[in-house]
Nanobody, 126 residues
Framework: QVQLVESGGGSVQPGGSLRLSCAAS????????IAWFRQAPGKEREGISC????????YYADSVKGRFTISRVNAKNAVDLHMNSLKPEDTGVYYC???????????????????WGQGTQVTVSS
């Protein structure tokens, strides 16, 4: 069993930056893809980025491409999400998730992931 814990959320002005971290513990060797999702009030959970441990390949949703960067921090068994040029529409609760059978390619869907963190709030406002 893998456990995920997110950290790094907070409040920032438009144009600012934040770094989120997803720390994994437990049977981490059995899991490949780790993805980041976000959910704004009244909206569905959106898959925004994903990284595959097997080959380091990554996926970004169009809404964050060019502004967000996902990376593995092997020494900490973590996956970071660096968020730059933040916009008010980036506001929401951010979750990381994983599943033993997942490989991220062209789309990231919440229904494909079985293990979730508790979420961390990101608020972008002036």
């Amino acid at each position: 069993q893998v456990q995920l814990v997110e950290s790094g959320g907070g409040s920032v002005q438009p144009g600012g930056s934040l770094r989120l971290s997803c720390a994994a513990s437990g049977f981490t060797f059995a899991y490949n893809a780790i993805a980041w999702f976000r959910q704004a009030p009244g909206k569905e959970r959106e898959g925004i980025s994903c990284i595959n441990r097997s080959d380091g390949s990554t996926y970004y949703a169009d809404s964050v491409k060019g502004r967000f960067t996902i990376s593995r921090v092997n020494a900490k068994n973590a996956v970071d999400l660096h968020m730059n040029s933040l916009k008010p529409e980036d506001t929401g609760v951010y979750y990381c998730a994983t599943d033993p059978d997942m490989y991220c390619d062209s789309h990231v869907d919440a229904g494909d992931f079985t293990t979730w963190g508790q979420g961390t709030q990101v608020t972008v406002s002036s």
